[in-house]
């Protein structure tokens, strides 16, 4: 059991602008609808920042103190107890399941500064555990005028850097924030970090008719591997039965966790998230679920889950695993099965999660993704700002590198389907 101390953050209360600043590490305490309601219409809110996939990451056992995951939700609230505005935050003892590394900022903090008794850990984290999703961070009602909500934001992120201030903490992250909250952090001082992601985009005005039409709109090369690919899966005798929602047993769920689990024990690691969590999502979130089964000769032996928002047509790549080796099935079910179902769904993304050149070839295109971080030691603040001066510069030459590679058709003929080229 970890011994970092929050000083009854739970009951910490402070008035600020005439709104109570409050510190939850209980997540039982705070009202689920109202928490809820900060997440609707926010991109990569559902179900990431709802507050039943973050208590079920706590109680689960996956992200908890135990696990060097300590909660301590932000709320900001009116006289009347309405939450106005919040963040999920964590305190961490490591950087395990952020997918935005800084374990060299770490070690050069505390080979610098431990002789004097500081140290990189515990920092603040604003995310949602071990899911790369882009997103809001800062979080308000969005019932409220623009200029309310931006200086509610503000007030968030003032307050962050208050409680680490008051504890001493090296560092607070928020990860994979939105460009308004990036630009809002950027201006308080707090450094912006840029990385890559993968994502498919439908059409906007002329919406894929099924996945023969996206195929189509790649040139010829990309298409004609796609579909040497696709055949291999179907030539080894490979089904695909497709269950969403309610609809998904406990069998399903016992068999994906099954394949899950299996790809984190090739690597010679524990899987981050305990079966319970599955349990609890599955029962408090279940709209938010498709889980494509792959059957050989009747017998599953793959499987990938994808979250989705069906509110804001956005499906995400997130988890898979197989217990059987079937050449190409991982890109058959972890892209090709998706993205047809998000075409036959009228869904307009589809976002592979982190990191992953291959996907380029396969439809999806580079998206620039943002962090911002707060550095308590001046010393560390500058040398970090110039490590990302250099970085941001490679990140843009390398999104150039990308972009010159998308592996879309260009030109007169962009729209058809030159299947004899």
């Excluded at 998706?338 to 307009?348: E, K, N, S, T």
């Excluded at 982190?354 to 971080?373: F, I, M, W």
């Amino acid at each position: 059991m970890s011994s970092i101390q929050t000083d009854s953050a739970d009951a910490q209360v402070s008035m600020v602008a005439g709104l109570t600043v409050h510190w939850h590490t209980d997540l039982a305490e705070i009202d689920a609808m109202q928490w809820d309601a900060l997440t609707e219409g926010v991109e990569g809110g559902g179900p990431f920042l709802r507050l039943a996939f973050l208590r079920a990451m706590v109680d689960s056992g996956s992200a908890c103190p135990d696990s060097g995951w300590h909660p301590l939700l932000l709320t900001v609230q009116d006289g009347q107890g309405r939450i106005l505005a919040g963040s999920p935050l964590f305190v961490k003892e490591h950087s395990y399941g952020e997918y935005v590394f800084d374990w060299a900022w770490a070690d050069a903090h505390d080979r610098a500064l431990a002789s004097q008794g500081a140290q990189y850990y515990p920092k603040l984290l604003s995310a949602s555990p071990f899911s790369p999703i882009p997103g809001q961070r800062l979080l308000v009602r969005p019932d409220m005028p623009a200029d309310v909500q931006w200086a509610l934001r503000a007030q968030l992120l003032g307050a962050i850097e208050a409680r680490c201030v008051a504890q001493g903490w090296s560092s607070a992250h928020a990860l994979f924030v939105s460009e308004s909250e990036a630009q809002l952090a950027e201006r308080a001082g707090w450094l912006r970090r840029s990385g890559v992601q993968f994502h498919w985009e439908n059409r906007a005005e002329a919406p894929y008719a099924d996945f023969e039409d996206f195929l189509a709109s790649l040139q010829r090369d990309k298409r004609k591997k796609i579909q040497q690919e696709r055949r291999k899966v179907h030539e080894a005798g490979i089904e695909f039965v497709v269950r969403q929602g309610a609809a998904l047993t406990q069998d399903d769920w016992d068999f994906f966790y099954r394949c899950y689990a299996q790809t984190y024990l090739e690597r010679g690691r524990q899987p981050y998230l305990t079966r319970d969590f599955w349990q609890r999502v599955s029962e408090a979130l279940p709209e938010h679920w498709v889980l494509f089964t792959a059957l050989q000769g009747g017998t599953p032996v793959a499987s990938a889950l994808l979250a989705i928002d069906p509110v804001r047509r956005v499906a995400y790549g997130r988890y898979w695993g197989a217990v059987a080796q079937v050449s190409c099935l991982h890109f058959e079910a972890c892209y090709y099965q998706p993205l047809a179902w998000c075409i036959a769904q009228g869904y307009r993304r589809f976002e592979g999660g982190a990191q992953g050149e291959h996907k380029l070839a396969r439809g999806l295109l580079p998206v620039a993704t943002q962090s911002v971080h707060w550095l308590a030691h001046p010393g560390l603040r500058d040398a970090v700002a110039r490590f990302l001066e250099r970085e941001s510069q490679g990140m843009g030459q390398y999104l150039e590198h990308l972009d010159e590679r998308a592996p879309f058709k260009v030109g007169p003929d962009a729209a058809g389907r030159d299947e004899l080229q």
